[in-house]
């Protein structure tokens, strides 16, 4: 059974600092991780996809990495904005199990 | 493109009754997901659909089932709703399974009492 954790499980940090999410997993048989985000009350929003041939993706401040044989993705986010507040999530895609398993998340708070 | 849409987004049931759940997923997406997310347990996975088929399901109780039509949208049904049903219900789409990035429709708020 996939088991995802994410660390840490709250951070709080001032504008334009540049941090990192950590995430892993202890199945390496995966398709891919997805990297979410999610507003309270609301559905999540994809921000990355990193297939399992890849070791990184980058999208405007955010750059994911993958190592998939060790079980780890990390999700770097360069100078920080308090609309960055949210909940992040990680999600790899198992192989053969038609599924993605979720962790529990970082919830980030950027103060202005 | 218009986004995933999930009808309704808030419902209030009373225990023992049933509920259905809509998705539509975006145009041209053919496979559908629904997970359950709430405080205790985060994003649990239900069930995944492609092409009218269901491919896989979690691990939930028969009182949860679901179907996708014809032209991708889908629907779930919970029937003799309990208390713990209260949840945030998320469907999301994507061209195909697997290897394809998944969206998030704005989910649909259960509340049972």
């Known amino acids: 059974k996939q088991e995802v954790t994410q660390i840490p499980a709250a951070l709080s940090v001032p504008e334009g600092e540049n941090l990192v999410l950590n995430c892993s997993f202890t199945d390496s048989a995966i398709y891919n991780l997805q990297w979410f985000r999610q507003d309270p009350g609301k559905g999540l929003t994809s921000l990355l996809l990193i297939q399992s041939s890849q070791r990184e993706q980058t999208s405007g401040r955010l750059n994911a990495s993958l190592d998939k044989s060790s079980g780890r993705s990390t999700l770097y986010i360069a100078a920080s904005q308090p609309g960055d507040s949210a909940t992040y999530l990680c999600?790899?895609?198992?192989?053969?199990?038609?599924?993605?398993?979720f962790g529990d998340g970082t919830t980030l708070t950027v103060k202005p | 493109k218009a986004g995933v849409t999930q009808t309704p987004r808030y419902l209030i049931k009373t225990r023992g009754q049933q509920v259905t759940l809509s998705c539509s997923p975006i145009?041209?997406?053919?496979?559908v997901s629904w997970y359950q997310q709430t405080p205790g347990q985060g994003l649990q996975f239900l069930f995944e659909y492609f092409s009218e088929t269901q491919r896989n399901k979690g691990n939930f109780p028969g009182r949860f089932s679901g179907r996708q039509f014809s032209n991708s949208r889908s629907e779930m049904n919970v029937s003799t709703l309990e208390l713990g049903d209260s949840a945030l219900y998320l469907c999301?789409?994507?061209?195909?399974?697997?290897?394809?990035?998944?969206?998030f429709g704005p989910g649909t708020r259960l509340t049972v009492t």
């Open positions: 145009s041209g997406h053919r496979s």
């Open positions: 999301a789409s994507s061209s195909a399974p697997d290897i394809y990035e998944q969206y």
């Open positions: 999600a790899p895609r198992l192989a053969n199990a038609g599924k993605s398993t």
